[in-house]
């Protein structure tokens, strides 16, 4: 099993950016792809950005491509999510997310993720 904090959200303005981070416990970080996912009130859960265990390929939504990044380091067992160009839409509580498939590389499906953190709040003001 393996336990996940998220940190690094607050408030910035729009055109601002802010990296969050998310640490994993256990000695099997390596093993799980990860996976971005936020959820604004009022809205449902949606996929943001993942990667795989290696960190050699990643994917996103397109309501995010070309701003943020999700990268990985394995040997500190931490997924990060470099957010650039925020807009107000970006607005959300985001959350990471470990899936211990091994058949898969890659898993934009929140429900197949296996374990989530309890969320980190990012506001962008206009």
């Known amino acids: 099993q393996v336990q996940l904090v998220e940190s690094g959200g607050g408030s910035v303005q729009a055109g601002g950016s802010l990296r969050l981070s998310c640490a994993a416990s256990g000695r099997t970080f390596s093993s799980y792809a990860m996976g971005w996912f936020r959820q604004a009130p009022g809205k449902e859960r949606e996929f943001v950005a993942a990667?795989?265990?290696?960190?050699?390929?990643?994917y996103y939504a397109d309501a995010v491509k070309g701003r943020f990044t999700i990268s990985r380091d394995n040997a500190k067992n931490t997924v990060y999510l470099q957010m650039n160009s925020l807009k107000p839409e970006d607005t959300a509580a985001y959350y990471c997310a470990a899936d211990r498939n091994p058949t898969i590389v890659i898993e934009t499906r929140g429900p197949l993720y296996d374990y989530w953190g309890q969320g980190t709040q990012v506001t962008v003001s206009s």
């Open positions: 990667i795989s265990r290696s960190g050699g390929r990643t």
